[in-house]
């Protein structure tokens, strides 16, 4: 059987690389295959590929290593490339949170929704663009998977810029989501179990929890609203939650009773509705607003990371350990499902063609999918229930907007994406947002696409 070669666009991501380099080497189906490694960093590129080495050897496996700054050199011959990349990601996130927050508008991740994931697009997608340009003339028939946030602006915009090219979007928020729910309704993780949820990528709803026919949704929401007063008091009085942990029960719970659906992945989507801003006057509201994304914790984690990474390389610590401190990653994950099992399934981001019958028959959406080497097949979904019905589709909108403003180059379609968006409350703080943004990022931003002078962009 052929072994595939599998590009890494982004080996030195905070999240991805070494989960990668482990599932490569642990795999039967892959570690024959290839790991092309690329980052534009070429010190850290340096240590993956060795990292990458010292894994494969200490496995006695057949893994090819490739690495290069330049991906053109090592996408020829692929099978799949993963996009996991980011511009100065920890950085540029504080930076957004912190703009938005002096207009009002407070991001607990600041990576996908509200201004944090327009302008987060806005650095990243021209990066993405690229990519599919050099994919459609290298390697036309490979399998391009999108793990950039925002996953949806990005998923979005590579099936309508490059339509030949096989593409889906992942994000890895979704990829523990049927254990999850398992273990609050105490049933096993098997085949008896069905969880089907909907939504654009970081604001899925549960539609559907079922073991063997039974219904399991009174027992999960029981079993939130358990832990969700404890939780409440536990982190109100400051329990040390990080701004994506901070409150998450007792916010699922309250979003459950107003829209009669859970949300699935609460740590982002809490931001992406409008309740947790701070605007109420009634003084009735239970929570206080959403906590800043902690830009400067996450440097130290990313800087902790490549310490670690150091320490294999230096031989301070086995690489014994490095097996048992590290396990799949959801992208190898999926290729190793599509590569080897017949119709695996997966939770991944993919146009709906009707699987949710009330959303837009072309919405780009997380779903449950069989998924092989002819792409995923979402499986058939309840109806979403209105209110949440029309806030995705306007999620929906946003992402769109995004998309066609940055492949366009049309600051105005932005303007409209934020203006669009389910945090944004004045036009006049919208303009003068924009404008802070692009004056703070203007290093980062491709500003010959915006029409912006070499001068105002830095």
Partial sequence: MQHPKIVILGAGSFFFGRKAIWQMVHSPHLREGTLALVDTDGERLEKMRRLAELARDHHGVKLAIEASTDRREVLEGSDFIVLSFADRNAHFRGVDCEVAARYGIRMCSGDTIGPGGVMRSARELPEVLRCCEDISNLCPDAWVINYVNPTTVHGMAIRRYFPKLKSLALCDAQWGLRNRFAQLADVPNDEKLTVLSAGPNHYTWLLKAEYDGRDLMPDIIASLRASAEADFNEQAQGGGKHAKGWLNNSIAIELYDAFGVLPTVLGHTKEYVPFYQGRGVSGNDRHPPLKLFEADERTRQTEKAWAQVDAFLSGEQSMDSFDEQFGPDPATDLIEGMWAKPASRFFVNTTSHGAVPNLSHDAFIELYCELDMDGPRPLPCPPMPRGVRGLC?????????????????????????LLTDPLTMSIGDTDAMLEAFLECERDAIDAERYGLSPAAAG
Avoid: C
């Fill in 393 to 417: 589709e306007q999620v929906l909108d946003t992402h769109e907007l995004t998309a066609e403003g940055i492949y366009e180059g049309d600051l105005k379609l932005l303007r409209r994406a």
